[in-house]
C-alpha cells in the first residue's frame, strides 16, 4: 500500500529562517503527493501537490515542495519563515487500493515559528 | 461557493447513544470520505463514496455506517457510540481520479463520555 512518513513531531524555526517539513514516501508505480496544512480548530488547508513533471512543485502561501525521487522524499520548503505558519502539516499519497482515490496521512508534524 | 459545509461543529455523547454527522459539498464531486482525526495518528479512512449510489468501507469503518443521498449530501452514523469514538471527524470530497484534490470541511469535534 501506499504509505508516507513524517519524521519529525515538531520542527521549531525563528522567524525569517528557510523552513523545511520532511516526508518520506513508499509507494508501487506513480506517486501521487500532497501537502496540507492544518491551523487550530480548523479544516485541512490544500497546499500543493506533485502529480508529473518537474520536481519543484509550488504552491500556496509561499510554499513549496521537492520530489526526489532517487531519495523517495518530498519536503516542504520556504524560503523564509512567518509567525502566521505554525500550524499543523500533513504529507499525504494517494491510496490504491481502490478506495475511491482516498489519501493515506502521515501522522503530521508541528511547526513553531517564533518571533 | 461554501465547499464542504458540517455540522454540526460539536458534539458531546453518553456512550451508547447515537448520532449523525451531516456532511455537504457545493463542487458537484463525484467523490466524498469521511476520516477521523487523532492525535499522532494523522488521518484515517472511516467510509468513502466513489460517486453516487455506492458506498465502501475505509481503513476504521467499525462501529459507523454512512449514506450517500445524493451527489451533494454525505451523513456519517454512530448507532451506539463509544468513548473510543471521540475524535474529530472530517468530510472531504474531490473530482475522481489520482492528481484531484480533496477538499475537506470544518470538522466536527465530538466527545464520547
Known amino acids: 500500500a501506499q504509505s508516507v512518513a513524517q519524521p519529525e513531531d515538531q520542527v521549531n524555526v525563528a522567524e525569517g529562517n528557510p523552513l523545511t517539513v520532511k516526508c518520506t514516501y513508499s509507494?508501487?508505480?506513480?506517486?501521487?503527493l500532497f501537502w496540507y496544512v492544518q491551523y487550530p480548530n480548523r479544516g485541512l488547508q490544500f497546499l500543493l501537490k506533485?502529480?508529473?513533471?518537474?520536481?519543484l512543485v509550488k504552491g500556496s502561501y509561499g510554499f513549496e515542495a521537492e520530489f526526489n525521487k532517487s531519495q523517495t522524499s518530498f519536503h516542504l520548503k520556504k524560503p523564509s519563515a512567518l509567525v502566521s505558519d505554525s500550524a499543523l502539516y500533513f504529507c499525504?499519497?494517494?491510496?490504491?487500493?481502490?478506495?475511491?482515490?482516498?489519501?493515506?496521512f502521515g501522522k503530521g508534524t508541528s511547526l513553531l515559528v517564533t518571533p | 461557493n461554501a465547499g464542504v459545509t458540517q455540522t454540526p461543529k460539536f458534539q458531546v455523547l453518553k456512550t451508547g447513544q447515537s448520532m449523525t454527522l451531516q456532511c455537504a459539498q457545493d463542487?458537484?464531486?463525484?467523490?466524498m470520505y469521511w476520516y477521523r482525526q487523532d492525535p499522532g495518528m494523522g488521518l484515517r479512512l472511516i467510509y468513502y463514496?466513489?460517486?453516487?449510489?455506492?458506498?465502501d468501507k475505509g481503513e476504521v469503518p467499525n462501529g459507523y455506517n454512512v449514506s450517500r443521498l445524493n451527489k451533494r449530501e454525505f451523513s456519517l452514523r454512530l448507532e451506539s457510540a463509544a468513548p473510543s469514538q471521540t475524535s474529530v471527524y472530517f468530510c472531504?470530497?474531490?473530482?475522481?481520479?489520482?492528481?484531484?484534490?480533496?477538499?475537506f470541511g470544518p470538522g466536527t469535534r465530538l466527545l464520547v463520555l
Open positions: 472531504a470530497s474531490s473530482e475522481s481520479g489520482y492528481q484531484e484534490t480533496q477538499y
Open positions: 509507494v508501487s508505480g506513480n506517486p501521487y
Open positions: 506533485y502529480i508529473t513533471g518537474d520536481n
Open positions: 499525504a499519497v494517494r491510496d490504491d487500493r481502490g478506495s475511491g482515490y482516498a489519501l493515506n
Open positions: 463542487m458537484n464531486h463525484n467523490s
Open positions: 463514496s466513489a460517486s453516487e449510489g455506492t458506498t
